[in-house]
C-alpha cells in the first residue's frame, strides 16, 4: 500500500445516494486486493453505509457487514441488489404517474412571459424575520437584495433598523420560481405561483416524526429556536405531499427486489428535496448532510426531477458494480453479489472464530458526527429506526450518557470481536479520523487492550479531496479534513511496548521537519506527525491539530485560503510538488 492513497468522491456508487464520511470505493478496494485472497471473505462491523460490501462485491469477495443503522443497512443492502435495468425505469415511472394523477400538476405553472403552461424546476423561499426595531415583518431576501446583496446593509423597510439572520424568524415565504418554458431554451425567473402555498395536508399520511430535545442535533443546529421540529417541518407543504404520495405508491410495486430499489432512489432525494438546500446567488450550495442547518433563502426543488435523476443514478451505479465484477474469475451470478448485512451492534459480531479473511471498517469518530440523529431524517420513510443508546459516539452535552469511557470500551470490544473472527494470518484496517489527541490516545489503548498490534509500515493516509467549511473561510483547519487508515493484527502473545511521553521539543522539531519536507495541509501535517508517533511508541494525548496550526502560525507559516496549502515566503509545502 502507498503511504498514501488520494481518491475522488465522484464514482457512480458514491454519487447514487449520500451518507455521513461515506469512504469511496476506490479507497477500499486496495486494501481488499491487498490483504484478503480472491474468493476470500471481507467483514465490516462499522458498516454504515455498506461501501466494504460493494468493493468486496467488486472484487468477488464475499462479505458481512454489521451496524445498528437502519438507514445504513437500507442503503447497504441496496447498493448491491442489482435490478434489471428495463423493469426498474418502467416501475420508477408507473409510480411517478400515479402519484401525479393522484395530486394533480403541482409542478405546472403559467409563464408569465408567453401565458403558456411551464415545468417548475425550483423554487426561492425566504425566511420572514421580525424587525427588533418596529416589529414589522421583514422578508430576509427582499431585505438583502435592498440592500445590493451586502447583508451588513440589511435594514428594515419602514423603520430602518438593521435586521439578519439572527432576527427572530416568524416566517417562511416563496420569492422566486425558476421554470422550463417553450418560449425560451434557458430557464426563467418569474414571481412564485399561488400553488406552493395552496395544498391541502388533511388528507396525506406524511410521516410524523418529532425530533426531540434529546437528540444531539437537536441542541446543535438549535431546532428548539427554529421551530423546526419535526421531520415533516422540512419540507414545504408540496414536496412533502409530493414525497409521501410518491412513497404510498413504491409500496405498491410487487417485486421486492424493485420495490426495494425504489426506495433507495427515493430515500437518496430526501435531503435536497427539503429545505436544507441552501441559495445562493452564484449557484446552489447543496445541502449539509452533517446537520439540521436552513439557510435564511433555500430551494423547493421539483421532486419528480430529483427522483428521475437519481433512478438514472443508481442503474450506473448498478453498472458500476456489474463491470467490476465480470473482471472476477468464476463468479457464479453476475447479479447476486455474496453480501449480507445485518442489524448488529460490532461489540457483539454474529460470526464463527477463524471465520474471515479480512476486515475493512470505519467506525464513528467519536463527538464529530451523530449518524443515527442524522439518520432519522431518512428513517422517518422507512420501517423503524435506529437504537441511539447503542451508537459508539460521545455526547458533547454535559451530562450526557454515552461518555468517553463507553465509546472506548465500545471500540476496544468491537476490536477484540474483530479479532476473534479473523483468521491467524489476518489482517485488519480501520479508518479513523480526529483533531484531538486525546481521542487518539484512546485509540492507542482500545488497540492494545484488544489485544492487536498495529503494523507501522501499514499506516495509510486517506485524502479524499475535501476540506472542511471552517477551513475554507478561515483558511486554517482545526478540524482534521484526512483520514489514517490503521492496518493491525493479532499481537500473537507480545507484550506491548509502553508508549513514551513525548517531550514538546521533539513535537515542535518533528512539525518544522515535516513541514519543510512533505505536507501540504495543516491536517497533512497533522496525519504525518500522528504516523510517526505511532511508529516512534510515542502516546498520542497531547497531539492536537489545534496545537499544530498554532505552532505553524508561529513559525511563519501562512496558508492559500483558496487551496488550503502551506507556503512560507518563497517556501512551499512539498507534498503535492
Same mark, same amino acid.
Given at each position: 500500500?502507498?503511504? $498514501? *492513497?488520494?481518491?475522488?468522491?465522484?464514482?457512480?456508487?458514491?454519487l447514487?445516494?449520500?451518507?455521513?464520511?461515506k469512504?469511496?470505493?476506490?479507497?477500499?478496494?486496495?486494501?481488499?486486493?491487498?490483504y484478503?485472497?480472491p474468493?476470500?471473505?471481507?467483514?465490516?462491523?462499522?458498516?454504515?453505509?455498506?461501501?466494504t460490501?460493494v468493493?468486496?462485491?467488486?472484487?468477488?469477495r464475499?462479505?458481512?457487514?454489521?451496524?445498528?443503522?437502519?438507514l445504513?443497512q437500507?442503503?447497504?443492502?441496496?447498493f448491491?441488489?442489482?435490478v434489471?435495468?428495463?423493469?426498474?425505469?418502467k416501475?420508477?415511472e408507473e409510480?411517478?404517474?400515479?402519484?401525479?394523477?393522484?395530486?394533480?400538476?403541482v409542478?405546472?405553472?403559467?409563464?408569465?412571459?408567453?401565458g403558456?403552461?411551464?415545468?417548475?424546476?425550483?423554487?426561492?423561499?425566504?425566511?420572514?424575520?421580525?424587525c427588533?426595531?418596529?416589529? $414589522?415583518?421583514?422578508?430576509?431576501?427582499?431585505?438583502m437584495?435592498?440592500?445590493?446583496w451586502?447583508?451588513?446593509?440589511?435594514?428594515?423597510?419602514?423603520?430602518?433598523? !438593521?435586521?439578519?439572520?439572527?432576527s427572530? &424568524?416568524?416566517?417562511? $415565504?416563496?420569492?422566486l420560481?425558476?421554470i422550463?418554458s417553450?418560449?425560451?431554451?434557458?430557464?426563467?425567473?418569474?414571481?412564485?405561483?399561488?400553488?406552493s402555498?395552496?395544498?391541502?395536508?388533511?388528507k396525506?399520511?406524511? !410521516?410524523?416524526?418529532?425530533?426531540?430535545?434529546?437528540?444531539?442535533?437537536? /441542541?446543535?443546529?438549535?431546532?428548539?429556536?427554529?421551530?423546526?421540529?419535526?421531520?415533516?417541518?422540512?419540507y414545504?407543504?408540496?414536496?412533502?405531499a409530493?414525497?409521501?404520495?410518491?412513497?404510498?405508491?413504491?409500496?405498491?410495486?410487487?417485486d421486492?427486489?424493485?420495490?426495494?430499489?425504489?426506495?433507495?432512489?427515493?430515500?437518496?432525494?430526501?435531503t &435536497?428535496?427539503? /429545505?436544507?438546500?441552501?441559495?445562493?446567488r452564484?449557484?446552489?450550495?447543496?445541502a449539509?448532510?452533517?446537520?439540521?442547518?436552513?439557510?435564511?433563502v433555500?430551494?423547493?426543488?421539483?421532486?419528480?426531477?430529483?427522483?428521475?435523476? /437519481?433512478?438514472?443514478?443508481?442503474?450506473?451505479? =448498478?453498472?458500476?458494480?456489474r463491470t467490476?465484477?465480470?473482471?472476477?474469475?468464476?463468479?457464479p451470478?453476475?447479479?447476486?453479489p $455474496?453480501?449480507n448485512?445485518?442489524?448488529?451492534s460490532?461489540?457483539?459480531?454474529?460470526?464463527?472464530?477463524?471465520?474471515? =479473511?479480512y476486515?475493512f471498517?470505519?467506525?464513528p469518530?467519536?463527538?464529530?458526527l451523530?449518524y443515527a440523529?442524522?439518520?432519522?431524517?431518512?428513517?422517518?420513510? *422507512?420501517?423503524?429506526?435506529?437504537?441511539?443508546?447503542?451508537?459508539?459516539?460521545?455526547?458533547?452535552?454535559?451530562?450526557?450518557?454515552?461518555t468517553?469511557?463507553?465509546?472506548?470500551?465500545?471500540?476496544?470490544?468491537?476490536? &477484540?470481536?474483530?479479532?476473534?473472527?479473523?483468521?491467524?494470518?489476518?489482517?485488519?484496517?480501520?479508518?479513523?479520523?480526529n483533531?484531538?489527541?486525546?481521542?487518539?490516545?484512546?485509540?492507542?489503548?482500545?488497540?492494545?487492550?484488544?489485544?492487536?498490534?498495529?503494523? !507501522?509500515?501499514?499506516?495509510?493516509?486517506?485524502?479524499?479531496?475535501?476540506?472542511?467549511?471552517?477551513?475554507?473561510?478561515?483558511?486554517?483547519?482545526d478540524?482534521?479534513?484526512? =483520514?489514517?487508515?490503521?492496518?493491525?493484527?493479532?499481537? +500473537?502473545?507480545?507484550?506491548?511496548?509502553?508508549?513514551?511521553?513525548v517531550?514538546r521539543?521533539?513535537?515542535?522539531?518533528?512539525?518544522?521537519?515535516?513541514?519543510?519536507?512533505?505536507p501540504?495541509? !495543516?491536517?497533512? *501535517?497533522?496525519?504525518?506527525?500522528?504516523?510517526?508517533?505511532?511508529?516512534?511508541?510515542?502516546?498520542?494525548?497531547k497531539?492536537?491539530?489545534r496545537?499544530?496550526?498554532?505552532?505553524?502560525?508561529? +513559525?511563519?507559516?501562512?496558508?492559500?485560503?483558496k487551496?488550503?496549502?502551506?507556503?512560507?515566503?518563497?517556501?512551499?509545502?512539498?507534498?503535492?510538488?
Amino acid at each position: 500500500m502507498p503511504e $498514501e *492513497l488520494s481518491v475522488g468522491r465522484g464514482d457512480p456508487a458514491y454519487l447514487a445516494h449520500a451518507y455521513l464520511t461515506k469512504v469511496p470505493v476506490p479507497a477500499i478496494t486496495p486494501f481488499i486486493d491487498a490483504y484478503s485472497p480472491p474468493g476470500g471473505v471481507v467483514a465490516d462491523p462499522f458498516a454504515g453505509s455498506g461501501m466494504t460490501g460493494v468493493a468486496a462485491a467488486m472484487k468477488g469477495r464475499k462479505a458481512y457487514l454489521f451496524d445498528i443503522s437502519v438507514l445504513g443497512q437500507h442503503i447497504g443492502q441496496n447498493f448491491v441488489n442489482l435490478v434489471n435495468p428495463d423493469q426498474f425505469t418502467k416501475h420508477a415511472e408507473e409510480v411517478v404517474q400515479a402519484t401525479q394523477a393522484e395530486l394533480g400538476d403541482v409542478y405546472t405553472v403559467e409563464c408569465t412571459a408567453c401565458g403558456r403552461a411551464g415545468k417548475l424546476a425550483k423554487t426561492v423561499w425566504s425566511i420572514v424575520v421580525e424587525c427588533p426595531g418596529c416589529a $414589522e415583518r421583514v422578508n430576509y431576501y427582499r431585505s438583502m437584495e435592498a440592500a445590493g446583496w451586502r447583508k451588513a446593509d440589511m435594514v428594515c423597510g419602514k423603520c430602518h433598523t !438593521p435586521v439578519s439572520s439572527r432576527s427572530r &424568524r416568524v416566517g417562511e $415565504e416563496p420569492v422566486l420560481d425558476s421554470i422550463s418554458s417553450e418560449c425560451t431554451a434557458n430557464q426563467r425567473d418569474q414571481t412564485p405561483s399561488s400553488k406552493s402555498t395552496s395544498l391541502d395536508l388533511e388528507k396525506i399520511n406524511y !410521516p410524523r416524526v418529532e425530533i426531540t430535545p434529546d437528540r444531539q442535533m437537536y /441542541k446543535a443546529s438549535a431546532l428548539g429556536k427554529s421551530g423546526l421540529t419535526t421531520v415533516a417541518s422540512f419540507y414545504s407543504d408540496r414536496n412533502l405531499a409530493v414525497l409521501a404520495t410518491l412513497r404510498k405508491n413504491i409500496a405498491k410495486v410487487e417485486d421486492p427486489a424493485i420495490r426495494s430499489k425504489l426506495l433507495f432512489a427515493f430515500t437518496a432525494c430526501l435531503t &435536497r428535496a427539503s /429545505k436544507r438546500y441552501q441559495w445562493s446567488r452564484q449557484r446552489p450550495l447543496n445541502a449539509a448532510n452533517a446537520n439540521y442547518y436552513v439557510a435564511a433563502v433555500f430551494y423547493e426543488w421539483n421532486v419528480y426531477d430529483l427522483f428521475s435523476r /437519481k433512478v438514472k443514478a443508481v442503474l450506473k451505479s =448498478d453498472n458500476y458494480v456489474r463491470t467490476a465484477r465480470r473482471n472476477c474469475v468464476d463468479l457464479p451470478d453476475l447479479d447476486s453479489p $455474496e453480501v449480507n448485512y445485518s442489524i448488529g451492534s460490532a461489540d457483539s459480531i454474529a460470526l464463527e472464530d477463524d471465520s474471515v =479473511d479480512y476486515i475493512f471498517t470505519d467506525p464513528p469518530f467519536g463527538s464529530n458526527l451523530f449518524y443515527a440523529d442524522m439518520a432519522l431524517f431518512q428513517e422517518a420513510w *422507512l420501517d423503524g429506526f435506529t437504537d441511539v443508546d447503542q451508537e459508539a459516539v460521545i455526547d458533547r452535552s454535559k451530562g450526557g450518557k454515552r461518555t468517553a469511557e463507553r465509546y472506548e470500551a465500545l471500540l476496544t470490544n468491537a476490536l &477484540r470481536e474483530c479479532n476473534r473472527i479473523l483468521r491467524a494470518d489476518g489482517y485488519i484496517s480501520m479508518v479513523f479520523g480526529n483533531s484531538s489527541g486525546s481521542v487518539w490516545a484512546l485509540i492507542q489503548r482500545s488497540i492494545a487492550n484488544a489485544g492487536l498490534m498495529i503494523d !507501522p509500515d501499514k499506516l495509510v493516509v486517506l485524502n479524499k479531496g475535501q476540506r472542511s467549511v471552517k477551513g475554507l473561510a478561515s483558511g486554517f483547519e482545526d478540524v482534521a479534513t484526512l =483520514d489514517l487508515v490503521i492496518t493491525m493484527r493479532n499481537a +500473537d502473545g507480545d507484550v506491548p511496548t509502553a508508549l513514551k511521553a513525548v517531550e514538546r521539543a521533539t513535537v515542535a522539531t518533528t512539525i518544522q521537519k515535516l513541514a519543510n519536507v512533505r505536507p501540504a495541509t !495543516p491536517s497533512h *501535517l497533522y496525519l504525518e506527525l500522528l504516523r510517526t508517533g505511532i511508529r516512534e511508541g510515542w502516546e498520542l494525548d497531547k497531539l492536537d491539530l489545534r496545537d499544530i496550526t498554532t505552532a505553524l502560525i508561529a +513559525d511563519g507559516w501562512d496558508i492559500d485560503p483558496k487551496t488550503g496549502r502551506l507556503s512560507r515566503g518563497d517556501v512551499v509545502a512539498a507534498h503535492e510538488l
